[in-house]
């Protein structure tokens, strides 16, 4: 494409080094399609006759269904998706084929298909998250009866209700997945390099609104600076970016996971279909499937730092490091993709099964002395002043500590024993469900309100 100006050939490791044809081949619906605009923008303004665009057209069509049928030759020599799409449309319909590049550089064609490459995948990642929402919302239905304890610092904190939980995981995809794909998405439509050329604009007089008004692209106004257009790769950072937010949210839920199905806990068993066997331990059941989502999560990561440093150190406009975005988004996004669609198959109702007797007699053992925050809050209403309950119910908890019994077990005589205020009253005051209805407040685990909040999601979910 270059020859005129070489006398040799690029060495046969340099060949193999700088070609991205092998990976950039995923390209090749968006870089026709960016053609058949730049195609008829330039017959708009008499470069090429209606003749030379139907060729073109029909060149195209040619194509795409040699692509479809994997019958197409891609030729490293020729380096990327777009020299080899444009070299096969040469040899198909000769002189039109070599017009089409007038004014055009691969600088803003290759930043114009990976930008609507990007539009497409936030997209369908954008789906994946809203199906998983849908799966956890259902799974959160099912669980309205539920009580787990809640966590913080890895110790048992406070009952809530499970569907409370499933529901955090709700949010967490929403707004870690499904809108920051939304984001990205957007992110990726909403400017056009096209028209840029290498740098400096295009010497031909193209209108480039005209791609979005009349061609049919997707990407909505031009990047009103040619210089930026051809160099920035905003949209991909948005789209890894988003990519390493989803990831990290699946990655704790994950982890979740991976402890609530263990021996210790066995609050959940995962389904045959998303776990694996041991090769020697015939016993084992593992949760591989949310290991490898966790495992993932840092390759994510690293191809958003990637993908950062690829960028930090570029002089102004185009080099050709900027050849190196593309794995980093390929890869990033098949994993998170992957990753969404697994996650899911893990929370279906197949896979997903609660242990709910052993969660009842996980909670019955009165480890973790959750009724505590019962006493606490009883002391308040019966107006003892809330720093002062606190004292009082951290000594009714070493006491039931020190004497080695639960919570349920303790007696009008025990509670005397600590403190006068405590009144046998309070007996029919400590169960978990007690609890658990007293979070009354909105986004609090009361049933009420994760009832309400269901509602909400499921008709959000619907629309
Ligand atoms: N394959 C190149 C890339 O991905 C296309 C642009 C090449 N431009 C150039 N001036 N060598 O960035």
Not at 278 to 283: R, V
Request: net charge negative; with cysteine.
């Amino acid at each position: 494409m270059w020859s005129g100006r070489f006398s040799g050939k690029p060495d046969k490791l340099m060949q193999e080094f700088s070609q991205s044809v092998s990976y950039d081949q995923r390209l090749w619906r968006e870089d026709i399609q960016g053609s058949l605009a730049y195609a008829a923008e330039l017959q708009r303004i008499g470069i090429l006759t209606e003749q030379e665009l139907g060729d073109i057209r029909s060149g195209f069509e040619t194509i795409t269904k040699e692509i479809e049928a994997g019958k197409f030759e891609w030729k490293i020599e020729l380096e990327d998706v777009h020299m080899n799409i444009e070299s096969r449309l040469t040899e198909l319909i000769g002189d039109a084929g070599k017009k089409l590049h007038t004014g055009r550089s691969r600088n803003d064609q290759v930043a114009t298909d990976f930008r609507m490459w990007c539009h497409s995948r936030a997209n369908e990642l954008q789906r994946a998250a809203e199906a998983l929402m849908d799966t956890l919302v259902e799974r959160a239905s099912e669980n309205l009866d539920v009580i787990v304890p809640a966590y913080t610092h890895l110790q048992r904190a406070m009952p809530v209700l499970l569907a409370h939980q499933l529901l955090a995981y709700e949010e967490m995809v929403t707004k870690a997945g499904q809108s920051a794909f939304h984001h990205a998405c957007n992110s990726a439509n909403m400017w056009n390099p096209l028209g840029s050329g290498a740098c400096a604009g295009n010497s031909f007089p193209i209108n480039q609104w005209a791609f979005y008004d009349k061609h049919g692209l997707p990407l909505e106004q031009p990047i009103p600076n040619s210089m930026f257009a051809v160099s920035e790769r905003e949209f991909a950072l948005d789209l890894v970016f988003a990519c390493a937010k989803c990831m990290t949210s699946l990655s704790r839920i994950s982890e979740d996971l991976i402890l609530w199905s263990s021996s210790e806990f066995g609050f959940v068993t995962l389904g045959d279909a998303v776990t694996t066997g041991s090769s020697i331990m015939p016993q084992k059941r593992n949760p591989d499937a949310c290991e490898l989502i966790r495992g993932k999560t840092g390759r994510v990561v690293g191809h958003l730092m990637a993908l950062f440093t690829t960028l930090k150190g570029l002089p102004m406009t185009y080099n050709r490091d900027l050849q190196e975005d593309k794995e980093a988004v390929f890869d990033a996004t098949d994993q998170t993709l992957a990753c969404l669609r697994v996650m899911a198959l893990v929370f279906s109702k197949e896979n997903f099964h609660v242990n709910r007797e052993r969660i009842r007699q996980q909670l019955d053992s009165g480890a973790g002395y959750m009724e505590a925050m019962n006493v606490a809050d009883w002391l308040v209403n019966q107006g003892v002043p809330f720093r002062d309950g606190h004292d009082i119910t951290g000594r009714l908890v070493k006491y039931v500590e020190s004497k080695g019994m639960r919570f349920a077990d303790l007696t009008a005589e025990d509670l005397k024993t600590v403190d006068e205020r405590l009144k046998p009253e309070l007996l029919n005051e400590l169960s978990l469900e007690a609890l658990v209805e007293r979070k009354q407040v909105y986004a609090g685990t009361a049933r009420a309100q994760v009832e309400a909040r269901l509602k909400e999601l499921k008709d959000w979910l619907k629309e």
